[in-house]
């Protein structure tokens, strides 16, 4: 079965620390793409990163950037000078990218930014 | 910008209603989704189009239905709502992947059913 796993249900990190966000998940396809979603309180659902499987360098958007062990099946997130709207539900997700169009989504992690 | 909308924020419907959960997204993407959101379940699949007409049972199919009678419209139906099916529901579109390599899913706002 194709899931992917998030171990940690809530964190909390400090105003401009740095914080890790875990993800695992289990597919026996060769070809896909990753995805870290963010879901602000009370508000939409938006991309923050995405990784393609096939790429070894790890993606980069600012402050997000990833670190990606494709043989380990891991994708973690990792926020660097982390901002009071950094707060919100994460979600780790994957797609294949041949047959099924099914975006898998992991169970969320709740990170809190404190002041 | 790509724009999700879903017609309501938040729901209240009494056991056995019909519920039309509607969606609508303007930027003529082929794939469409509807997910449920509860906490510690994360995002589950209810069904999703990949083209009008066209529906592929997600992992929690039972006891809803959708319909795609336009392409930028994707509704789900709640047959005989029944207090478990209390939830958020997020719909969500794609490009399909033939015709740009772009797999990002853009979302709607939500809509908070409570089946009461």
């Known amino acids: 079965a194709q899931t992917v796993t998030q171990s940690q249900p809530e964190m909390s990190v400090q105003e401009a620390e740095t914080v890790t966000l875990s993800c695992t998940y289990d597919?026996?396809?060769?070809?896909?793409?990753l995805f870290w979603y963010k879901q602000p309180p009370s508000r939409q659902m938006i991309l923050v990163i995405r990784?393609?499987?096939?790429?070894?360098q790890n993606a980069t958007e600012n402050r997000f950037s990833v670190n990606f062990q494709k043989a380990a099946k891991s994708f973690s997130l990792k926020i660097s000078d982390s901002q009071l709207g950094d707060t919100a539900m994460y979600f780790c997700?994957?797609?294949?990218?041949?047959?099924?169009?099914?975006?898998?989504f992991g169970t969320g992690t709740r990170l809190k930014v404190l002041a | 910008d790509v724009k999700v909308t879903q017609s309501s924020r938040y729901l209240v419907k009494r056991t056995g209603e019909k519920v039309f959960l509607e969606c609508v997204q303007d930027?003529?993407?082929?794939?469409m989704f509807w997910y449920r959101q509860d906490p510690g379940l994360g995002l589950r699949l209810i069904y999703f189009?990949?083209?009008?007409?066209?529906?592929e049972k997600g992992d929690i199919p039972e006891g809803y239905s959708v319909s795609r009678e336009k392409k930028e419209r994707f509704s789900l139906i709640l047959e005989s709502a029944s207090t478990n099916q209390t939830s958020m529901y997020l719909c969500?579109?794609?490009?399909?992947?033939?015709?740009?390599?772009?797999?990002?899913?853009?979302f709607g706002q939500g809509t908070r059913l409570t089946v009461v």
């Open positions: 969500a579109s794609s490009l399909d992947r033939g015709v740009i390599f772009d797999t990002e899913a853009f």
């Open positions: 597919t026996s396809e060769n070809n896909y793409y």
């Open positions: 990784q393609e499987a096939y790429k070894q």
């Open positions: 997700a994957f797609i294949h990218t041949s047959g099924t169009y099914k975006y898998i």
């Open positions: 930027m003529d993407h082929e794939n």
């Open positions: 189009s990949y083209d009008v007409k066209m529906k």
